[in-house]
């Protein structure tokens, strides 16, 4: 991007002025890009608001946000966000509970127990796991989960909440893994030699020092895990059984906020009650995972600030 | 064989990093109750010689050992010998002050706990703190965090928790280089007065330092153990000329 230094010092000034403009456009440009994407989330939500603020002025907030029934097509139509919004927290939480501590023990195995050789092969592959499309998860959940679950388990159907949680967590492990084990890895060696050189095992150093130290990104790592799974709608969609009812307990089919918005959208006559009620599911979500995100971006930066 | 009088026998001690040879040959004998100093150029082994007697060197991929160091006449190289239970007999100031981010109390109390001690903390803690003359200053707010200490105070501290831990031996990798000439000076007065309780070992690059602090001395050149012998001796009339060289300051 520099001039050649030769021509600099031929049309010394010149080429000065051409050099700032040339500085200050990239600048500009670079900070466009920035403030673009602070753009586009405004303009996403304002989007979503619109067509889905409409929904209130026919059918009450409350009843949205406390209605324990979803009938969009019935004669009137209910759009009680409840079962869909417990079908989502069941299956998020159902995964968390598998994925966490399967993924903080992996993390911790590769940064502090596997041999350096071990862990340069295995981090690569953690984070090809990530590369996986849902809908190949959703294709092994359906065939290989589901009827295995069913048998196990007794079910009248294997599309489960659980078989649902079990697919996601496959997919919030290798933000899980791979941001802890960065955390875990960034303890300084200092306080590990320390605690092993006072005579602690290697199992009290990692317990006592490691992970309290690590901590705070870890918990980063699993609210990231989380903002995926939430977010996510093709495997839940395939696997979950997508009934619309409030779960009593995670051998039930269920059916995420995602999913119904997914399954719905294309049924639906634009501008009409279940197009706005389908909106507002949308708006919810999104309010759902910044919440989720922004939690994380605020571990996350203390995070940061400690280890300075 | 003078190993009776030995609490350290190191004994044609070899020490590779990969194909690299750390340390060649070292044979000496450290003395109870005295503080014995190593110094030398840097990468001349005298670091890595330190961590050979608590196995620290156990955390570095790829590295290999022969010879015999025997402490308190066990060898620790030895395949019974338990690694947690050789730290707590040895223990170890770093470096670079290292208190772990806990309060003050909590820091002088991990050994212990991490033994499974729950009773008689308390007393322990000031014991200890007093030994290392930290206790006056940090009495009042042992809760407080330990990295809200100065630099001098935080290698003060994890001297007391290296204390805690009831070691017979102090290893010591160059505890003085990150702090003011004040602190250092307090350190070293510590040292003296630990003496009577502990042995000593101590590596630094100051040879001041070790003129004033040390019983003995060594001096390391390329991972060899050049000479080794009473301090006022190797400060004033070496028997090597390399050793003359380095501490007159022709090279280092």
Known sequence: MMPRSGKRRQFKGRHKLTERWFEWIIERIIQASGLLTIVFIMLIFAFLLKNSLPLFKIYPLKAFLIGRDWYPISAPARFGLVPLLAGSLMVTLGSVIIAVPLGVAAAIYLAEVARPSIREAIKPVVEMLAAIPSVVLGFIGLLVLAPYIKNLLDLPTGLTAMTGSIMLAFMALPTIISISEDAVSSVPRDYREASLALGATRWQTISRIMIPVALSGITAAVMLGIGRVIGETMTVLMVTGNAALIPHSITQPVRTMTATIAAEMGETVQYSEHYYALFSIGAMLFVLTFAVNFTAEIVLHRFRGIRR | ?252
């Open chain 2, 1 to 252: 064989m003078e190993t009776a009088a030995c609490i350290i026998d190191v004994n044609k001690l070899n020490f590779y990093y990969g194909k690299f040879q750390a340390l060649k040959d070292i044979t000496l004998c450290l003395k109870p109750h005295k503080i014995t100093a190593f110094i030398g150029p840097s990468g001349c082994g005298k670091s890595t010689f330190l961590r050979t007697l608590n196995r620290m060197n156990d955390l570095i991929a790829g590295v290999r050992i022969n010879g015999k160091v025997l402490i308190d006449g066990r060898n620790i190289y030895a395949p019974d010998m338990d690694v947690v239970e050789l730290r707590r007999r040895v223990g170890m100031v770093f470096q670079r002050p290292n208190p772990f981010p806990m309060s003050i109390y909590d820091n002088v109390t991990y050994a212990p706990r991490m033994k499974g001690q729950s009773r008689g903390l308390d007393d322990l803690v000031e014991r200890t703190l007093v030994r290392a003359a930290l206790w006056d200053e940090v009495k009042d707010k042992l809760k407080v965090s330990a990295l809200s200490l100065s630099g001098g105070q935080q290698q003060r501290l994890c001297i007391a928790r290296a204390l805690a831990a009831d070691p017979g031996i102090l290893l010591m990798d160059e505890p003085c280089s990150s702090l003011d000439p004040v602190s250092t000076l307090r350190i070293e007065e510590l040292m003296q007065d630990l003496k009577s309780e502990y042995t000593i070992i101590i590596v630094t690059h100051n040879m001041q330092q070790a003129a004033r602090v040390a019983d003995y001395t060594g001096f390391f050149l390329s991972g060899e153990l050049i000479e080794f012998g009473d301090s006022n001796k190797i400060f004033t009339k070496p028997d090597d000329k390399r050793t003359e060289g380095y501490i007159t300051g022709r090279f280092g």
